[in-house]
């Protein structure tokens, strides 16, 4: 077991699919550089034919993934920062996410398009989407998005390996985590949540990295009295409803934290489900904590207000224990 | 059919051209050194050694023209006529910054001097420029709109769309790439196949290459463009070959590597726009040294003074994080 930054943990799982299958193919913008470091040295292993650099044509190159799929290869495609998947619509919300279901199911589309996501660093209102209900709403789009170095490994082999087209989102905000990652090929399952901390009283579902802010919080609670189990979807569709509402169903209070705009997200999804689902176990309404219906600001304080933070949470967690 | 030299611009002022170049360069140096100190958040991409192309191109439109530019576009926003005291204030998210400290770097707008947007997606202020090329036809009110890009959104489609319909609706807009030579970390040739100019013939919208390094060869240029397009004939595309000595942005020596030449950079150097003019200022006795020394020195206060200030402004309040998504005017 290794330790690790997530970003290179990612890089890994992708080296593994590279070198299990010579039909993985990598498309990106300076891929042989990487910005985010998400595909640094793959060139020296696998060389230009499968790693290519891309032009700034990035609609064209999410519709080439749908064509390259359906004509035999498994193309992986660096997006870069999540919100250029806007350039992109029509060829992923289109053609790759609904050509398996128009063709009647003719057609498998193992693709995967990756990206960092979230605000992070004032990278401003262009740079900072958190864009995944979006792809949620999709329907033939799965939606992953890791919270620790070694789900970064496991979840990217698992992606490449699934016969459809997945959008892997990564928080930019976690580029830089260390973690342990196990050596060599392993996957995380798909549309598999983990429960990163039990606990009792509340239930507190967290996306990407609100997951750390809801693990301060519930260390610090603990001291307080309160038992707060934490836990990490890891994929936002489909989604593992079966832990979450197991779960609800033991402490009666849910949490849930999410980076995206409040608005029809994840977030919402998830409470809907435990009125609907479970409302029988439910002892207070469900709480969110969301980024506000505004886009991302530059100024630095004016990023940080935004944020989902310890404060926050805290006093979510409180409210639902009220 | 209206005088075509009478549409034109004027000729250029060389000592405007100048003055904005050098003030231009020294906001950007004023930026390095403050990213270098860790004083400016967020992505910075600086514009030294492409000054002549925002001078040129500006001051060859009238004030009430409008531009769009994209992520490298501290110059185009000074050319224009932004003011850097509160492009400064912007940078450092600022109550008093041209967009509250909600923009930043890349999204620097000054709507009153015609600047409808730098930009953070590559490509973007293209159908921007066109639609408000749309606008001034429909409108009837002579403007004229330019998008300046660079050579990497040349390769998105909505570059090629919009030389479509700026064609078919001989819409008055100029499309200008600013080539200087890279995409981020990778040889534009590597990239991009033929020349840009060639990318205009089918559309039939007349192309030219200039020397992006040359003040009065980019002026002239889209002086041309200009009058054409206040005159109803419709769009251009200018090239305008040109380099940037900076990284693509700032603390790219953390992952990017050697990718440049250091040959080809010096060369580049040598060649540097502002060097250029004021040695044949200086050769056609237009101005002495003197004079020159006294124009750095006037633009390297008006940048301190503006920094200055900048610094004293109030911070923009947590709460304006909530403001301006919606415009509350309504019926
Ligand atoms: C749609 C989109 N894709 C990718 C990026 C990341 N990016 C920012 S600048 C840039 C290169 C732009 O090159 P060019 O147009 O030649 O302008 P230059 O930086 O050379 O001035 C890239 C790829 C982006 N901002 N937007
Ligand atoms: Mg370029």
Redesign the pocket.
């Given at each position: 077991m290794g330790n690790s930054y997530l970003v290179t943990a990612m890089r890994d799982g992708l080296a593994e699919a590279m070198r299990e299958d010579p039909a993985v193919v990598l498309f990106g913008?300076?891929a042989d550089r990487s910005v985010m470091g998400s595909t640094r040295g793959l060139i020296d292993e696998f060389g230009p034919d499968r790693v290519r650099n891309i032009p700034?044509s990035?609609a064209t190159i999410v519709g080439c993934g749908v064509g390259a799929a359906a004509a035999g290869l498994r193309p992986v495609i660096d997006l870069?920062?999540s919100s250029?998947f806007y350039?992109t619509m029509d060829q992923l919300a289109n053609q790759a996410a609904k050509l398996r279901y128009m063709s009647g199911g003719q057609v498998e589309l193992p693709i995967v398009y990756f990206a960092a996501t979230g605000g992070a660093g004032s990278a401003a209102a262009?740079?900072s989407e958190s864009p995944h209900p979006t792809f949620i709403q999709q329907a033939g789009l799965k939606v992953v998005m890791p919270s620790t170095p070694s789900d970064a490994k496991g979840l990217m082999l698992a992606a490449v390996r699934d016969p459809n087209p997945v959008v892997y989102l990564q928080e930019a905000s976690l580029g830089g985590t260390r973690g342990p990652v196990p050596e060599g090929p392993y996957e995380v399952p798909l549309g598999q949540a983990e429960v990163r901390r039990n606990g009792s009283d509340v239930t507190v579902v967290a996306v990407g990295r609100t997951v750390t802010v809801a693990l301060a919080v519930a260390e610090e609670l603990d001291g307080e009295g309160v038992s707060v189990e934490v836990i990490d979807p890891r994929t936002l569709h489909p989604w593992d409803a079966d832990t979450v509402m197991e779960s609800v169903a033991r402490t009666g209070r849910l949490v849930v934290l999410d980076t995206a705009r409040q608005s029809c997200g994840f977030a919402a999804e998830v409470i809907a489900t435990a009125c609907t689902e479970a409302f029988g176990s439910l002892r207070a309404a469900p709480v969110r904590v969301c980024a506000p219906d505004v886009p991302m600001p530059f100024a630095p304080q004016l990023e940080r207000h935004l944020a989902v933070d310890e404060h926050k949470v805290k006093a979510a967690v409180l409210r639902s224990l009220a | 059919m209206a005088d075509r030299a009478a549409e034109a611009g004027p000729e250029l002022d060389d000592l405007e051209a100048l003055r904005t170049m050098i003030r231009i360069r020294e906001f950007e140096e004023m930026c390095r050194r403050l990213f270098a100190r860790g004083r400016l958040p967020g992505f910075v991409?600086l514009y030294i050694g492409q000054e002549a192309v925002a001078a040129g191109a500006c001051l060859a439109l009238r004030a009430d023209d409008q531009i769009t530019s994209?992520?490298?576009g501290h110059g185009h926003v000074i050319a224009k006529g932004g003011d850097p005291a509160r492009m400064f204030a912007e940078l450092l998210g600022k109550a008093d910054g041209y967009c509250g400290g909600k923009g930043g770097s890349m999204h620097i707008v000054d709507f009153p001097s015609g600047m409808l947007g730098t930009n953070?997606?590559?490509?973007?202020g293209i159908p921007i420029a066109t639609g408000a090329a749309f606008a001034n036809q429909h409108l009837g009110n002579s403007r004229v709109a330019l998008s300046f890009?660079?050579?990497?959104?040349t390769n998105?489609g909505v570059f090629f769309e919009s030389l479509n319909l700026a064609a078919l609706w001989r819409l008055p807009v100029i499309f200008l790439a600013?080539?200087?030579q890279?995409?981020?970390w990778t040889r534009?040739e590597d990239l991009t196949v033929g020349e840009i100019t060639q990318r205009a013939a089918p559309f039939g919208v007349p192309a030219r290459q200039v020397d992006g390094n040359d003040v009065t060869a980019v002026h002239e240029a889209v002086r041309k463009a200009a009058g054409r397009a206040r005159s109803g004939d419709g769009p251009s595309l200018i090239e305008c070959v040109t380099y940037?000595w900076h990284g693509?942005n700032e603390g790219e020596e953390a992952f990017a590597g050697r990718y440049r030449p250091e040959a080809e950079i010096e060369e580049w150097k040598a060649r540097d726009p502002i060097a250029a003019l004021e040695s044949r200022l200086l050769d056609d006795g237009v101005v002495d040294a003197a004079r020159l020394e006294a124009i750095h020195t006037s633009e390297r206060d008006l940048i301190e003074a503006a920094h200055e200030w900048a610094l004293a402004a109030p911070a923009a309040p947590v709460e304006d994080a909530l403001t301006d998504v919606f415009s509350p005017a309504g019926p």
């Open positions: 913008e300076d700034l990035e870069m920062v250029f350039v262009q740079h | 991409h994209n992520h490298r953070g997606i590559v490509g973007g890009f660079g050579d990497g959104a998105q600013e080539n200087n890279y995409t981020e534009t940037r693509h």
